[in-house]
Structures are given as structure tokens and as C-alpha cells.
């Protein structure tokens, strides 16, 4: 069975971090472009990062410099980095493949950045 689990969320002040992870089972994983999607409230889920099987990376203008993507094919596990956070980074955050399939959508994890 596929399975896409994100954590990590949580409430930050404004130039806090935090770190997301984005753990995945039932397939080959390790052998896809991986991403990190958030939807903020109202508004279209987006692709925040992405990093391919060889770890070649690439962000939105908005994160870049803040936010770091990485993962571990060991594990199948990706991570977020994220610094500097602040408020229009709050959103729900997701991982998927690149470009995203949607049987594969998560819960997600929520990241509040707020005082």
C-alpha cells in the first residue's frame, strides 16, 4: 500500500525553523522526483520544492534561500528545512512525486507562523 506521511509541522515565530519530513512506503520512491506542496488557506495548493532521484534541486522564488530540500533514499524519507519562516509561509504542507499523483496525497502537516 502507497503511503505518504508528512510531519514535523507546528507554530513558529516569524524567523523561527522548522524541519519536515515526509515519510514513504509501498513503492520505489527513491527512484522518483520527490516535492513539497502547501495550500494556505484559500488559496491553490503550490510546489514549494522539488529534488530528484540524483538530488538536483529546485524552489519558488518565494523559499529560495529559506528553505532547503533533501532526502534520503535509504529510508525513503524527504525533509523540508525550513528558515527564516515567516507569516505567508503558513499553510498546509504535503509531499508528493513531481509532477503529483493524486492517489498519493497525504494529510499533510500544518505549519503556523505566527507570534
Known amino acids: 500500500q502507497v503511503q505518504l506521511v508528512e510531519s514535523g509541522g507546528g507554530l513558529v515565530q516569524p524567523g523561527g525553523s522548522l524541519r519536515l519530513s515526509c515519510a514513504a512506503s509501498?513503492?520505489?520512491?527513491?527512484?522518483?522526483?520527490m516535492a513539497w506542496y502547501r495550500q494556505a488557506p484559500g488559496k491553490d495548493r503550490e510546489s514549494v520544492a522539488t529534488i530528484s532521484r540524483s538530488g538536483g534541486t529546485n524552489y519558488a522564488d518565494s523559499v529560495k534561500g529559506r528553505f532547503t530540500i533533501s532526502r534520503d533514499s535509504a529510508d525513503n524519507t524527504v525533509y523540508l528545512q525550513m528558515n527564516n519562516l515567516k507569516p505567508e509561509d503558513t499553510a498546509m504542507y504535503y509531499c508528493?512525486?513531481?509532477?503529483?499523483?493524486?492517489?498519493?496525497w497525504g494529510k499533510g502537516t500544518l505549519v503556523t507562523v505566527s507570534f
Open positions: 508528493n512525486q513531481a509532477p503529483p499523483y493524486a492517489p498519493y
Open positions: 509501498g513503492t520505489l520512491f527513491r527512484f522518483r522526483t
